[in-house]
């Protein structure tokens, strides 16, 4: 089984629609975080967390929300998703230790027309 | 403030070619850098990693060195196979008190390797 799994990995709905992505990891990290990448532009950090009550945006947060349910979960909202929130989604873990590396789900692709 | 700048792609190569992909930074202090490769429909996955000055990062037989002084980390294969093909990323995460683990990424180099 994969150590960060993605639901749903692909997913095509409308302008105006609630979107959530969930995400849960079996590694035991602390820290989650959700990026979005698009083509040419590399991946974007939206929103990271360090435990169940220290959640923080990242460069891209508006339009969107999160949850840490527990510290193996982090679900990603789109409240009223919009056309240019079409994009791959991944959520990504990593221990405390500084320098350490993130491990990725393998995404999201969510359309929305 | 922070940034990765990479090479432009897609890089296209024939099997058993010399491969380099530039990477350069920009940062405060003395950051961790990495690689991450992205296979197609996949997630990304740690290629290789430095972090510290001159410490070189190996894996697969790809090869890269955190160079302080032109602020570079350049991915190089001696011999490029078809499976390599991919998508290739540079990362940092920024070290220091405002540590948080957060990666910033690179736009991305598209490598295609043919037989």
């Known amino acids: 089984d994969a150590d960060v799994t993605q639901t749903p990995r692909n997913r095509i709905t409308k302008t105006g629609k609630r979107i959530m992505l969930e995400c849960s990891q079996t590694k035991g990290h602390d820290r989650m975080y959700w990026y979005r990448q698009d083509p040419g532009l590399g991946l974007r950090l939206i929103y990271y967390s360090f435990d169940v009550k220290d959640i923080n945006k990242g460069e891209i947060s508006d339009g969107y929300s999160v949850s840490r349910q527990a510290q193996a979960k982090f679900s990603l909202s789109l409240e009223s998703a919009i056309p240019n929130q079409t994009a791959l989604y991944f959520c990504?873990?990593?221990?405390?230790?500084?320098?350490?590396?993130?491990?990725f789900g393998d995404g999201t692709r969510l359309s929305i027309l | 403030g922070n940034s990765v700048t990479q090479m432009e792609g897609p890089v296209t190569l024939s099997e058993e070619a010399f491969l380099t992909i530039n990477c350069t930074y920009t940062?405060?202090?003395?950051?961790?850098l990495f690689w991450y490769v992205q296979y197609p429909g996949e997630g990304l996955q740690l290629l290789l990693k430095?972090?510290?000055?001159?410490d070189k990062g190996s894996n697969k037989g790809f090869e890269a060195t955190y160079r302080k002084e032109t602020t570079s980390f350049h991915l190089e294969k001696g011999s490029v196979q078809v499976s390599d093909s991919a998508v290739y990323f540079c990362a940092l995460s920024p070290r220091g008190s405002s540590n948080t683990g957060k990666l910033i990424f690179g736009q991305g180099t598209t490598l295609q390797v043919k037989p």
């Open positions: 990504a873990t990593s221990d405390l230790e500084p320098g350490s590396p993130q491990h």
């Open positions: 940062a405060t202090g003395y950051p961790s």
């Open positions: 430095a972090t510290k000055a001159d």
